[in-house]
């Protein structure tokens, strides 16, 4: 049963779990090298860049409590009892759910009839109720669980600062894994095209060509509709449609590069392409890459919104700030109007975004000697 | 007469051209003979200063001699072997032994690299460590340029000019090289560090035996350099001699007009001779010899046939129609 196996959680859980020890080792090696302990060195001082990978490491780390789960045995809802297979006498499990679901179902579980506004203890709109005098009147009913939710709650009662943070996960895998798939592209082909130029150049340069003229839209669509909607799918398409610019980039710095005197002086020492490429070349192109991934991570994120606003997004089941937004836009039409969802998702794009971009921005600085 | 040692370097008839491509079927509409029929020898532990205008294609002919142009034709013997001969391996371990500094001190080290792995670089990849670390090794080298070992893990941009060309010095010098192309190796550099720079290139000749090809436009520099002086002129060689000769009794116009622009402190300045005009475009040489549009004694065959190479027994040889005095 592969499929139904790759749906489990265990397929899940061991996949973060190997990303996770991925990430580690790739920590650990870095931090052998000087050049790298340094830069760390570096980025420690700079006040901003801490505050932002702290809040990072808090998104990721909810990103991480929202991808690893569990099923537990289903109870029965009043009491509690653990429901039986009637024959076999197996214990029934649920369907599961991640750990973040598990912290997040003491204000999850508060639902309320309909819209409410943040912190308030009334429903938003107005009811008709009877009064003591027997006289219909237009009343704020008092909530069931008053002011306990932060960003409110939508149409059908649910809690909103609960869907954003469910939200979390799928913007930083749209944001990393589109990255992780265009960055080593890029990489390879900007560099190799660069650096031999002749029909490797050309070549990488007719793909790219071919591969820019098709506007992006209409390229996820397709690939939407060919693959199916949801997050790898999209994180995919989005990844081929993206890496042709960094590659463009990097195969004009390494033309700059390819001419500087220090590759000339290595050229003369004999040593071979795949090594200048390696030390010279990519260690001076790494900025480069950096201010594109920083600014394609933010992008991306605001990316996945416009694309699931478009409907060709990560698909009805799964929570996205893009789906919040486009529950808005109908929101923002009512009068009065309900701005809460489309606050809480911006609030959390930002949340996530700025500190990208500082963090980014502090990283190039701190890989750059010049500017130590 | 003794009998001639055997050279290190022989270049015979070397040229460079480089393809002007045109249109969108990438024809060659034409060439720039950047170095045109270039012939010269150097002796193992001996300096050719090559001397010449901006544009004439000294960096060229460096650049060709360390394998970094590919030439159009000629050849190029290093050790008695045939350089274009050569492939894969056996080149890259001949090559090892010519290596090249750079004029520009500040992009001839890689920004993102510390002292250490800039020197050691070629030896770790060539495994000439021997048993040792890469940190005794830079110290080594760094001791030999006449630096202290404290600078190991510090970034190119953290010094200066003379520093930074005693480093690539050092990593020159990292592969063991019987032959150095100093591209303008002091031209980018104050007057007092000039100083240091060559005083080192002469005491590193001294005691490693080391021959140089001294590229430079600084007379002066390459006077107090050179055993024998080449003069560049788009692409060709139009004199060459033992340093004294070529200083003292120039024949072809074009290194007198070099000369009489030196100033000399003490001397009556001679007459200047002015150049009018500019350097001709290699891409399109005049007919003839190629100094003919500017030299200030043409003749009507100058046009017309290219000079012939005249040489006394001296070895002083220079291009030129006009018989000298």
């Given at each position: 049963m592969p499929a139904t196996f790759f749906q489990s959680w265990w397929f899940q859980n061991l996949l973060t779990l190997g990303l996770l020890t991925g990430a580690a080792l790739l920590a650990w090696r870095l931090s052998r090298r000087e050049y790298w302990r340094n830069a760390f060195h570096e980025i420690c001082r700079n006040r901003l860049a801490v505050i932002s990978f702290i809040i990072l490491c808090g998104y990721g780390a909810i990103a991480i409590l929202d991808s690893v789960g569990w099923r537990r045995p289903l109870r029965h809802p009043e009491t509690g009892e653990v429901a039986r297979h009637p024959e076999t006498g197996k214990v029934i499990l649920d369907q599961g759910a991640s750990a973040l679901d598990y912290l997040l179902a003491p204000i999850s579980a508060k639902r309320e009839k309909t819209y409410s506004a943040p912190l308030a203890a009334t429903d938003y709109t107005p009811t008709t109720a009877m009064s003591s005098t027997g006289q219909p009147q237009r009343v704020h009913a008092p909530l069931t669980y008053p002011r306990s939710h932060l960003f409110g709650t939508d149409r059908i009662g649910q809690d909103v600062f609960c869907q954003a943070c469910k939200s979390i996960r799928t913007g930083i895998i749209i944001g990393l894994l589109t990255t992780i798939l265009a960055v080593p592209f890029a990489l390879v082909f900007g560099t190799a095209a660069g650096y031999y130029g002749g029909w490797i150049d050309d070549a990488t340069q007719y793909v790219c060509a071919v591969l820019s003229s098709i506007p992006t839209v209409l390229f996820i669509a397709a690939f939407m509709i060919i693959f199916g909607q949801g997050l790898p799918q999209l994180a995919l398409a989005m990844g081929i449609a993206s890496w042709t610019g960094l590659c463009r980039l990097l195969r004009g710095e390494t033309i700059r590069l390819r001419e500087t005197d220090f590759v000339l002086a290595a050229k003369a020492m004999g040593v071979p392409s795949w090594r200048i490429i390696l030390r010279h070349i990519v260690p001076n192109v790494l900025h480069l890459i950096l201010i594109t991934t920083v600014i394609r991570f933010s992008s991306e994120v605001l990316a996945e919104a416009a694309f699931t606003y478009l409907g060709i997004?990560?698909?009805?089941?799964t929570m996205s700030w893009g789906a919040m937004i486009n529950d808005a836009r109908t929101e923002l039409t009512r009068e009065p109007i309900i701005w809460w969802k489309l606050a809480a998702a911006f609030t959390f794009m930002v949340g996530l975004v700025l500190p990208a971009n500082l963090f980014g921005d502090a990283v190039r600085d701190a890989l750059d000697p010049r500017l130590r | 007469m003794t009998e001639a040692p055997e050279p290190l370097l022989k270049v015979c008839d070397l040229r460079v051209w480089f393809p002007i491509r045109k249109g969108v079927l990438n024809r060659i509409a034409g060439q720039v003979r950047a170095v045109d029929g270039v012939s010269f020898t150097i002796l193992p532990g001996e300096t050719l200063g090559l001397v010449g205008e901006s544009g004439c294609g000294k960096t060229t002919l460096g650049r060709a001699l360390m394998g970094l142009e590919k030439p159009a034709g000629g050849r190029i013997i290093f050790n008695g072997q045939d350089l274009g001969a050569l492939t894969g391996q056996a080149r890259r371990q001949l090559r090892r032994h010519s290596q090249m500094i750079f004029q520009d001190p500040f992009s001839s080290l890689n920004p993102r690299m510390t002292v250490q792995e800039l020197v050691t670089e070629g030896l770790v990849h060539h495994r000439l460590l021997q048993g040792r670390t890469r940190t005794e090794s830079a110290r080594e080298l760094l001791a030999s340029v006449g630096m202290d070992g404290d600078c190991l893990f510090r970034y190119p941009h953290e010094f200066s000019g003379g520093q930074r060309q005693r480093i690539s010095l050092a990593r020159a010098l990292s592969l063991q090289p019987h032959f150095l192309v100093c591209d303008e190796p002091v031209s980018a550099l104050d007057v007092s560090v000039q100083a240091q720079v060559i005083n080192l290139l002469l005491d590193l000749r001294e005691r490693h035996g080391l021959a140089y090809l001294f590229i430079s436009h600084d007379l002066s520099v390459v006077r107090l350099m050179s055993h024998r002086v080449a003069v560049m002129y788009l692409g060709k060689i139009v004199e060459c001699g033992a340093t004294s000769d070529v200083m003292e009794t120039a024949c072809h116009p074009y290194t007198r007009a070099l000369l009489s622009a030196v100033p000399r402190p003490g001397k009556h300045q001679d007459k200047r001779i002015i150049l009018t005009g500019d350097l001709p475009s290699p891409a399109a040489p005049p007919p003839g010899c190629p100094f003919h549009p500017r030299c200030p004694q043409a003749l009507p065959v100058c046009a017309q046939q290219a000079p012939p190479v005249r040489t006394l027994d001296n070895g002083h040889s220079w291009a030129c129609h006009i018989t000298p005095d």
């Open positions: 997004g990560v698909g009805a089941d | -």
